[in-house]
């Protein structure tokens, strides 16, 4: 896992604001299947993506967080944190067939949405389990250059 690291920062009425966002990257495999639906649906919904032993991609992951700064260490959360919450929820991931080992997309198409999702809700989750400024506000799931899923609170 590799990642980079930028942030913004904007001021409003109640003082600094910042987000922070931190890039990481994984790689899996998945096919796209609806056991719901028939083979000749799943066929004409998901074309390629339907092969049936699958194919993979090399994910970059994209976590933005905000809150404001920290008057005393300048952060506004610590990125030795946010890099453990980070290898936490990629290493259920990384190296993985989404429809075969992830036990989140038994009942799911792995789609870039759908990841993008987990992401975010898994994040979120370990984020929560301790006390935090900053919040998660999105994610943006790349699977491709040209293809990319941004999942966040509306
Ligand atoms: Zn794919």
Request: charged fraction near 25%; hydrophobic fraction near 35%; proline fraction near 3%.
């Amino acid at each position: 896992m590799s990642s980079t690291m930028s942030s913004t920062t904007s001021s409003s009425a109640n003082g600094d604001w910042v987000r922070l966002a931190r890039r990481v990257h994984f790689s899996c495999g998945h096919r796209y299947f609806q056991p719901k639906l028939s083979e000749q649906e799943n066929k004409e919904i998901f074309g390629l993506c339907y092969s049936e032993h699958g194919h993979g991609h090399n994910y970059v992951l994209e976590a933005y967080l905000e809150g404001p700064i920290d008057p005393l260490t300048g952060m506004v959360i610590n990125l030795m944190q946010v890099d453990e919450i980070l290898k936490t929820v990629t290493n259920e991931l990384d190296h993985k067939h989404l429809n075969f080992d992830v036990p989140a997309f038994k009942d799911q198409v792995p789609t870039t949405e759908n990841v993008a999702r987990f992401c975010f809700q898994r994040i979120q989750a370990e984020l929560n389990k301790s006390a935090n400024r900053a919040q998660l506000s999105a994610v943006r799931l790349y699977e491709n250059d040209d293809l990319w899923v941004d999942y966040g609170k509306s």
